[in-house]
């Protein structure tokens, strides 16, 4: 796949590796942490998921701010260096136990991630936009998603390693330090992107950085907090709110870019808009990942070995029959709950148990929650399905490409969003093989439901940011790019919106069913629109 690819890719690749490595292990551990009675800060469900909500809904809202600085007043690698700086720094501050620590901790993530992210993937469509390599941006952006996953896929088995074995802190370690070589790579490889790093002249009609302070920073603050502050829940919760509230000036201020830019600009500035605004429901759905995925994977999947004991670390290990040693052991049911912690020497159950040799004096009391190991293994699925089906993808359309029949970016969106439909009526036929949610089903259901959202994300998250790069004009590119993470933003949010409407549904097949329709509308959207898309991309002479 590398063959033929400029030489910056590869050290792009292994940067943006690093760094997803570190975003995902932390992602991946957070709300297990917040909850852990003992060494996190024993939240309940609801804390946890909301702070986790609003945690990914302002990580990628602030690439917004940080493309903008990017394109005009530090340029790219100024910015992802000290966005990456500030981010190491702050996954190590979170193994510091201590709660003011973390909101400080998450925030310098926050801000980080909108320096780093909307800028990295700015400069790769640079590095590809001259004309031998113009042919290659999308597959290039392929490529460039599966580093992303790389990193997402080996995280999970490393903090899991780590925390079982020395505690929470040593994971978020981990993560700082993955994203410390990220930054060593990018500082590495400069030489070979550092003639992309131009910074742009402002248009007459652009707003000055402190105008955009006054009129968009400050008062989507101000309204964040009003919506947090006013009496009662219009959307759900206070931080759904306050999310809500604060996006408005933005969309005032993408508003204003669409009627301030010159002609020639102001069509595919639109085409851009009207992306933005359809996957924002891709995300919405794509993000239960985290939460009501997670749930069903704990509650709905079997995932028996039968009566077979597998030997998952050193210190933990699943079985049906135990035998072990009164007072020593403590055993947790699938759901990870205190079963029991001590008493008779062998017992067989009815389904595994994780047991763990301990200190009597160190077991939680009964009933407790403990650690979720297992929970933060399944969030590699769907990178790992990146990482398998990436190449597919790629040889599928490089061969189209030489029948000269290679569909446009924006087609590959508009699939993208389909396909991903059919995703949820996986899960759909998933609850109906279990009787309705009455009887647990095989974890493969799971699996291939991810796997279908993963090809219909391969059309879609990659290709979105290849047509940013294509149709947005260079010197709004890192502010489109942030653009195209505050649909995400809003989309994340949504779906814990979407996660916490979980429990309301007894037909557990309904909830699916509403996904399903959710993305049919996307995709409808995206097929009306995709004709003037399309040309549009056309009059620009792009595909
Ligand atoms: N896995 C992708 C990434 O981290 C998802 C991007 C997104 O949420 N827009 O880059």
Redesign the pocket.
Known sequence: MWKKHPKALSYLFFSEMWE?FG?YLMIGIFTLYLKDVKAGYAMTEKESADLYGTYIALV?LTPFLGGLLGDRYLGYSKSIILGGLMMSFGYCLMSIHNLTMLYIAMTLVIVGNGFFKPNMSTLLGNVYSVPEHLHQKDEGYNIFYMG??LG?FICNFISAALYITYGWGYAFIAAGIGMLLGVIIYIIGLKHYRMYDVKKAMAPGDMPFSRIVLLILVPSVIAGVLGWMIPGDWFGSDSTDAFIFACIPLFYFYGNIYTKAEKSEKKPIMVLLTIFVVVILF?AVFKQNGSALNTWADRYTNREVDGTTQKVFDNLILAQKVTYQKDSVALYDDQFRLQKANGIVTKEFNYPVYFKNVAPEKLPAEGEQVSLWATNLSQSINPGWVIALTPVVISFFAWRRRKKKEPSTATKIAFGLLISAFSALVMVTAVYMGNNGSEKVSVLWLIGSYGVITLGELLL?PMGLSIVSKLSPTRIASLMMGGW?VS?AIGNKLSGVLATMWDRYDQKANYFWLNFVLLLVAASLGFILLRWWNRVMNEKGIK
């Open positions: 997803r975003y990628f992303i996953n997402g995300w998250s993470f995400t």
